[in-house]
């Protein structure tokens, strides 16, 4: 094989700082500070859903740190795929990739309906005919057809190439930076510290059920560990991109806590339908500082949904390549050098969620926050079967006390487990989220069985 036909099937170390950066934040911040805010601070209280996200970030970051040695050390496509084959063998990498898979996959199909979701704020009339109800969700022609031409969007951006979807990351990541500066700023300016009363609600329950929201939250980073093939910069710095964006991503959350918590009380806030942009509205005392908001929300969805389509199609990709799924998602464009088949299916089944109606999604959704936490799980567990077995591995980024972080993150991926089992008040719904992951583990079953035969 010539060199030239070896270079067409791999990809392209091109992704720099900013790249990265921008990547792994838009995907950890997406929509939900738009959203949720409100519905934080009305749980716990300001200073409680501080505390919940600060206490849920400290977790994340403690598990992220297991994958930034890990990504350092093998700095490929495929992230978790990888560093569980080589830990634990195919099986068990298998059943690794496939639990996130289904995240990545549910996350970009709940995109293709929160976006019409979040255009509705800005231009009501959005809303053109009910095509159908589908248990108990509207279906609307209009939002149907916004989140197909958004699917359309984000696949052919990612279609063209790894650089042309960073592009796109970075500028859209620049106007939600923008938005919500604007906020925080005007928190400071025209907010009172009075409004951030009470400071916190029903310790036990509210800090808690935001607690519980966190993981869900803070997931986004590992997308540097799928998309390693394609960053340019020395693999330590690969490491520490991965673990800092953690930490950058939860600064946000907190500071735009703070800042709605200073716009108005909270009563006012448990009645508003998007608390950012009410929040903006208030505190600018113009309907056009909340539009703005709302605008840096949907470049939210836009980050994360690019960020995720990136992670999904290339863990298709390494799943492929290693034999465990069918070739064809191995396949890379010839010019633009991405897995081009992959992005086709991906955004295929994105273009389908809008028919869904919007209470499919939500047991998505929810299913994929817990099918991560199983992935973070698999990881901790290589991280520590690794050090003992490879201990001679070159580690550009090497975790202190590695002992005592790979153990604490397997109790942690445990305790964030079982928080979606059913004797917890988050736990998955009974039958039609449990239905969803069997019908998945039975599936994945079925392809790696046929797939290991051929």
Known sequence: MSTETENKQSFIRILGRLDVLALAFGAIVGWGWVLLSGTWITMAGSLGATIAFIIGGAVIALISLTYAELASAMPNVGGEHVYTGRALGKSWSFVCSWALLFSYVGICSFEAVALPTAVEFLLP????????????????MGFVAIGVIGTALIGLVNYRGIKTAAIFQTL??????????????????FGSIDNSQPWILSPATGILGVLIMVPGLTFGFDVIAQSADEIDLPFQQIGKLLFFSVGLGVLWYVLIILGV???????????????????????????????????????????????????????????????????????????????????????????IAPFWGRTVLVWIINTASFTVVIAFLFVAISFVALRRNEPEMERPFKVRYG????????????????????WSPASLIWPYEW???????VLGGVLYVVNRGN
């Open 125 to 140: 009339e959005i809303r053109i005919g009910t095509l159908w109800q589908f248990l108990g969700s509207d279906v609307d």
């Open 172 to 189: 859209a990541v620049g106007m939600l930076i923008f938005v919500g500066l604007m906020l925080i700023l005007g928190a400071f300016s």
């Open 261 to 351: 918590s200073m716009s108005m009380p909270s009563a006012d806030l448990a009645t508003s339908a998007i608390a950012s942009g009410d929040a903006a509205t208030v505190l600018w005392g113009s309907k056009l500082a909340g539009q703005l908001l709302v605008l840096g929300g949907i470049a939210g969805i836009l980050t994360s949904w690019n960020a995720f389509l990136v992670g999904g199609t290339r863990l298709l990709y390494a799943l492929a390549k290693s034999g465990q799924l069918p070739a064809v998602f191995a396949r890379l464009h010839p010019k633009y050098r991405t897995p081009y088949m992959a992005i086709i299916f991906v955004s295929a089944i994105c273009m």
């Open 403 to 422: 002992k005592i972080i790979g153990y604490s993150a397997i109790v942690l991926s445990l305790l964030l487990i079982a928080v979606y089992l059913p």
């Open 435 to 441: 239905m969803l992951l069997v019908a998945w583990a």
